[in-house]
Each structure stands twice: as structure tokens, then as C-alpha cells.
């Protein structure tokens, strides 16, 4: 990380790794000037060049968090669409690409996806060698993001994952639909809806949910998933929240081993 640089990005407190290295970003409000280009309602660190956003802040917020990462390449953005493709970083070849998550064995190369309510899960494996960060939003994760994600780790017990920021139970209201295709898929899933005081609608919790596809999926260590992007304008951007809004960023990436 850049020396003398202090900003309230949220980091995992996990076991992972001494040669792993993993981060969400935050608006950048709290630093006095604030940590980011953007103004607005895209103000701060906004690192999503889709919401309608100067292309040249989102471009410097960018390079400020290459910077402050201290990556010798910038990560690789993903042109992100609620399915479950996951882009292998080593095969990697330059071009913008529709998938929802990526893995890298590659030292500096970093994985990275951008939320403003989604959920970021960030992944590791015990011995170091891989890492991965998918986004998974309600339809991902409920088709199987996560899931194929892990495919790409040959033992899912051997692997860590990290819930980053994202909408809390008591902020996440959704209707009927979204519970039965849930439930669909895991009867279990049930457990993560709670009946709204809105006639139809139910509030959930997109962190149990993760919890639960990475348990049947064979991860039992599951760290994160304690903040909420809605409750918390000065930290996050949140498009529940406020609609027109940037995006924030996890990412996660190798060193080399010492």
C-alpha cells in the first residue's frame, strides 16, 4: 500500500495468506480532502465508468487506486451482467468481457468487481496461489456465481471467502418472486426472508444466503458480511438508496511469495 496513506477502506479479517492481498474501497468521504475525483452523487472514489460519470474522474479514481494498491497493472474491470461467467485472468488477452467474476494465479494481476448494494465475495485458497472476486447480486447469486467461481479452486474446502459491503436485511425488501427462486433452488434458503410490513414483499439477507451456497459448496470459511451500503451514505454508494450513484470496488491479488 502507498506509505502515509490512510483511507476507510474496509480490509478482511481473515486467516488468508502473508502473500495475499484483498480490499473494498469506500467513497473516500471521510479523508480530509477527500480520497477521489468524482462530485455529485457520484462524489468521492466512484470506480464504475457505466453510471454516468465523467470518464476522465472515473479513469483518475482508478489510477488512485491502482496507486494506493501499489499493483504494477491496473485490475481487470469486467463489464458486469448478473450471470455467472467467470473470467480466467491467466488466459486473459485484453479485451473487455461480460462475466461477473474473475480468478488470477497471476502475481499483481487483481481480481476485481464493483457493488453498490450487490454483494462482493472475494476468494482465496490456504496455500496462496489463487485468488478470485465475484459479484453477486440476487440473480447471481442465486443462478450459481458463486458456485462456479469455486470450480475454478480443484478442493472448495481448502478455500476462504470474504463478504464484502453490501444492502443489509433490514434494508433489502423484495417481493415474492425473489423468495421462490431461492427456495427453488435450496428449500434452506427460506430461513434467509423475513416477511416485510409491506404485504407481499420480504426483507433479505443476501448474507446468509452467500453463507449457505458456500457451506453446500463445501467452504466452511466464510468471514465478512457485517456492512450495510444503504445505512451508510458516507461510506458507501448504494443504488437502493439513492439511485443515480458511482460504485465501489473489491479486489484482491497476489504478491510474490517470500
Same mark, same amino acid.
Given at each position: ?11 478482511? /479479517? ?16 471521510? =479523508?480530509?480532502?477527500?480520497?477521489? #475525483?468524482?462530485?455529485? @452523487?457520484?462524489?468521492?472514489?466512484? &470506480?464504475? *465508468?457505466? !453510471?454516468? +460519470?465523467?470518464?476522465?474522474l ?7 487506486l491502482?496507486? $494506493?494498491?501499489d ?7 469486467? *463489464?458486469? !451482467?448478473?450471470?455467472?461467467? @467467470? &473470467?480466467?485472468?491467466?488466459?486473459? =488477452? ?5 462475466? /461477473?467474476?474473475?480468478t ?13 448494494? #450487490? %454483494?462482493?465475495v472475494?476468494? #482465496? ?12 447480486g440476487?440473480?447471481?447469486? #442465486? ?6 467461481? &469455486? =470450480? ?6 481448502? !478455500? ?18 425473489v423468495?421462490?427462486?431461492? @427456495? ?8 434467509a ?8 414483499? $420480504?426483507?433479505? +439477507?443476501? $448474507?446468509? %444466503?452467500a453463507?449457505q451456497?458456500?457451506?453446500a459448496?463445501?467452504?466452511?470459511a466464510? $468471514? ?5 451500503? @444503504? ?5 458507501f454508494?448504494?443504488?437502493?438508496? /439513492? ?7 473489491? &479486489? ?7
Open positions: 500500500m502507498q506509505s502515509g496513506t490512510a483511507v476507510d477502506f474496509l480490509k478482511p /479479517d481473515w486467516p488468508a495468506p502473508a502473500n495475499v492481498r484483498a480490499l473494498s474501497t469506500s467513497r473516500g468521504l471521510a =479523508q480530509h480532502p477527500a480520497f477521489g #475525483c468524482s462530485t455529485g @452523487v457520484y462524489g468521492g472514489l466512484n &470506480l464504475g *465508468n457505466h !453510471v454516468g +460519470d465523467l470518464p476522465a472515473v479513469e483518475a479514481n482508478r489510477r488512485l491502482q496507486q $494506493y494498491c499493483l504494477p497493472r491496473e485490475p481487470v474491470w469486467l *463489464n458486469q !451482467v448478473h450471470g455467472t461467467r @467467470v &473470467l480466467d485472468l491467466d488466459l486473459w =488477452q485484453g479485451q473487455l468481457t461480460d462475466a /461477473d467474476a474473475s488470477s494465479t497471476t502475481v499483481g494481476l487483481a481480481a476485481v468487481v464493483m457493488t453498490a448494494d #450487490c %454483494l462482493p472475494l476468494f #482465496c485458497d490456504q496455500t496462496g496461489t489463487r485468488v478470485a472476486a465475484a459479484h453477486a440476487w440473480r447471481g447469486l #442465486c443462478d450459481g456465481v458463486l458456485e462456479t467461481t &469455486l =470450480q475454478h479452486f480443484p478442493e472448495p474446502s481448502a !478455500v476462504m471467502a470474504w463478504l464484502g459491503p453490501a444492502i443489509g436485511p433490514l434494508n433489502f425488501e423484495v417481493g415474492a418472486e423468495r421462490a427462486a431461492f @427456495v427453488a433452488k435450496t428449500p434452506l434458503a427460506v430461513e426472508f423475513q416477511p416485510s410490513h409491506n404485504a407481499g414483499k $420480504y426483507l433479505a +439477507d443476501i $448474507y446468509l %444466503l453463507r451456497r458456500l457451506q459448496a463445501g467452504v466452511t466464510i $468471514y465478512g458480511g457485517e456492512s450495510c451500503t @444503504v445505512a451508510d451514505p458516507q461510506r454508494f448504494s443504488y437502493r438508496r /439513492d439511485g443515480q450513484t458511482g460504485r465501489q470496488a473489491s &479486489l484482491i491479488w497476489l504478491t510474490a511469495q517470500s
